[in-house]
């Protein structure tokens, strides 16, 4: 009977690379590990041996006996929104750079959370970023109980042993409710959503708040389900059937915005931008094409992202530290739904 080393299928541990390379364990060790002292010679037989054997680090092994697997759970909904999709993807992106390893965690609003605790804490997770709409103070409490660092975008603030990352949601909806005042708006209606979003509804506040302080008309807020496309579709469908005029439409997100143009036009005779115009927010990659051509409040997806994983990072360093609320700016980019193009 042949030695179990000896199966063609066996993965090859560090003791088979230190042994084909001439070297100490430890070298090895040192060799994948950074910043560790190694000889250039030495460090040059131990890559040329693991590239003969096909050997890999195992990192996750090796975080759990050093309890620290430099894995950071993402803990994300909505990915059909590419918004949130581009977030996570230049959240992921930032991480790898640094050496983290992203694991995503994907749950819908509503859903028991317990489960995603289990497997942060199963896996000894660094630290967590939460983009979903997922409750956060349960998770929080959890984190702070096991010591994982944890940061929020665009969530409501839960203690200072947290770290929140958001847009400024008042600047949002001040700068669409501005430019529809400037544009010579006076009767405004809002396509919003039932489903409670904290980002959403401040930005949907500070419209409203602005809207009434330049003396204009909120005439009606027409909702679907969810802030995505069907719930801009539902939207549409209430306004054309509530008969009410407005010349001007605010949209909470431009994901709703997209749903509720389709449906608009499908349903009824008036036209956007020459009838009634429109402004969203967030700035989607879908807003700039040609079909939809949506002026839009823009916020960076990318900026969030960098300032979260620095909020992470910062959180490592000195856990206990009171770190500021991040805000991101967010700025206003003209195009066809209001009669506009932005001069860039």
Same mark, same amino acid.
């Given at each position: 009977?042949?030695?179990?080393?000896?199966?063609?299928?066996?993965?090859?541990?560090?003791?088979?690379?230190?042994?084909?390379?001439?070297?100490?364990?430890?070298?090895? &060790?040192?060799?994948?590990?950074?910043?560790?002292?190694?000889?250039?010679?030495?460090?040059?037989?131990?890559?040329?041996?693991?590239?003969?054997?096909?050997? %890999?680090?195992?990192?996750?092994? %090796?975080?759990?006996?050093? *309890?620290?697997?430099?894995?950071? @759970?993402?803990?994300? &909904?909505? !990915?059909?929104? &590419?918004?949130?999709? %581009?977030?996570?993807?230049?959240?992921?992106?930032?991480?790898?750079?640094?050496?983290? %390893?992203?694991?995503?965690?994907?749950?819908?609003?509503?859903?028991?959370?317990?489960?995603?605790?289990? !497997? !942060?804490? =199963?896996?000894?997770?660094? #630290?967590?970023?939460?983009?979903?709409?997922?409750?956060?103070?349960?998770? $929080?409490?959890? +984190?702070?109980?096991?010591?994982?660092?944890?940061?929020?975008?665009?969530?409501?603030?839960?203690?200072?042993?947290?770290?929140?990352?958001?847009?400024?949601? @008042?600047?949002?909806?001040?700068?669409?409710?501005?430019? /529809?005042?400037?544009?010579? +708006?006076?009767?405004?209606?809002?396509?919003?959503?039932?489903? $409670?979003?904290?980002?959403?509804?401040?930005?949907?506040? @500070?419209?409203?708040?602005?809207?009434? $302080? /330049?003396?204009?008309?909120?005439?009606?807020?027409?909702?679907?389900?969810? *802030?995505?496309?069907?719930? #801009?579709?539902?939207?549409?469908?209430?306004?054309?059937?509530?008969?009410?005029?407005?010349?001007?439409?605010?949209?909470? =997100?431009?994901? !709703?915005?997209?749903?509720?143009?389709?449906?608009?036009?499908?349903? &009824?005779?008036?036209?956007?931008?020459?009838?009634?115009? /429109?402004?969203?927010?967030?700035?989607?990659?879908?807003?700039?094409?040609?079909?939809?051509?949506?002026?839009?409040?823009? *916020?960076?997806?990318?900026?969030?992202?960098?300032?979260?994983?620095?909020? /992470?990072?910062?959180?490592?360093?000195?856990?206990?530290?009171?770190?500021?609320?991040?805000?991101?700016?967010?700025?206003?980019?003209?195009?066809?739904?209001?009669?506009?193009?932005?001069?860039?």
């Amino acid at each position: 009977m042949s030695n179990k080393d000896e199966r063609p299928n066996r993965v090859p541990t560090s003791d088979d690379v230190a042994l084909l390379a001439g070297v100490s364990r430890s070298a090895v &060790s040192r060799t994948f590990t950074a910043g560790a002292s190694v000889a250039p010679a030495t460090r040059e037989k131990v890559i040329s041996a693991a590239k003969t054997l096909g050997y %890999r680090v195992n990192f996750l092994a %090796r975080g759990l006996s050093q *309890q620290r697997t430099n894995l950071v @759970a993402l803990i994300v &909904s909505d !990915m059909d929104n &590419s918004l949130r999709a %581009r977030t996570v993807d230049f959240l992921a992106r930032g991480l790898a750079t640094l050496g983290f %390893r992203p694991l995503l965690l994907p749950t819908e609003p509503g859903e028991d959370v317990s489960y995603l605790i289990d !497997m !942060m804490l =199963n896996y000894n997770v660094t #630290g967590t970023i939460v983009t979903s709409d997922t409750p956060p103070a349960e998770i $929080a409490q959890e +984190c702070a109980a096991y010591g994982v660092p944890l940061v929020l975008i665009n969530k409501p603030e839960v203690g200072t042993h947290v770290s929140n990352v958001s847009i400024d949601t @008042a600047t949002a909806g001040r700068l669409a409710a501005e430019e /529809l005042a400037t544009i010579g +708006c006076k009767r405004i209606g809002i396509v919003s959503q039932r489903r $409670a979003s904290h980002t959403i509804g401040q930005r949907k506040a @500070a419209f409203v708040a602005t809207i009434r $302080a /330049l003396g204009l008309d909120i005439a009606g807020d027409f909702q679907g389900a969810v *802030q995505n496309y069907g719930g #801009g579709a539902e939207a549409a469908e209430a306004f054309a059937e509530s008969g009410i005029a407005v010349d001007g439409i605010y949209c909470v =997100n431009d994901f !709703m915005a997209l749903g509720f143009l389709d449906h608009f036009r499908r349903l &009824s005779d008036l036209r956007i931008p020459e009838d009634i115009k /429109l402004i969203a927010c967030d700035d989607i990659a879908e807003a700039a094409w040609r079909s939809y051509d949506i002026t839009s409040v823009r *916020q960076d997806p990318k900026s969030v992202a960098d300032a979260a994983i620095t909020a /992470l990072s910062r959180r490592l360093e000195d856990p206990e530290a009171a770190q500021p609320h991040v805000v991101i700016p967010v700025t206003l980019i003209r195009r066809g739904t209001t009669g506009a193009s932005d001069p860039t």
